[in-house]
């Protein structure tokens, strides 16, 4: 089992910056991928970023040259880095951590709100 705590949510206003954080305990050496999806009010969660434990990223076009994700496997914490937030943007946003190998298995952390005001 893998446990996923966010934190760094809140209320901003458009223009501005917020960083998330998603610390990862319990058996973490099977996790491979870590990110970010958000939810916002009557959608679907999507896909925000990505990145392996070798560090390679993906992005979703809606935020690609304003939200970076990093890792650090030392401290088993993924971050997202967010500027130039849009009211868009608002929405729960979760992290989750993948173990890729066979049986795939997908953890979620418990979700933190961003609220963009315009």
């Known amino acids: 089992q893998v446990q996923l705590v966010e934190s760094g949510g809140g209320l901003v206003q458009a223009g501005g910056s917020l960083r998330l954080s998603c610390a990862a305990s319990?058996?973490?050496?099977?996790?491979?991928?870590m990110g970010w999806y958000r939810q916002a009010p009557g959608k679907q969660r999507e896909l925000v970023a990505v990145?392996?434990?070798?560090?390679?990223?993906n992005y979703a076009d809606s935020v690609k040259g304003r939200f970076t994700i990093s890792r650090d496997n030392a401290r088993n914490t993924v971050y997202l880095q967010m500027i130039s937030l849009e009211p868009e943007d608002t929405a729960v946003y979760y992290c989750?951590?993948?173990?890729?190998?066979?049986?795939?298995?997908?953890?979620w952390g418990q979700g933190t709100q961003v609220t963009v005001s315009s």
């Open positions: 990145i392996t434990r070798g560090g390679r990223t």
């Open positions: 989750n951590a993948r173990k890729t190998s066979w049986p795939t298995v997908n953890y």
């Open positions: 319990g058996s973490i050496g099977t996790i491979d991928v």
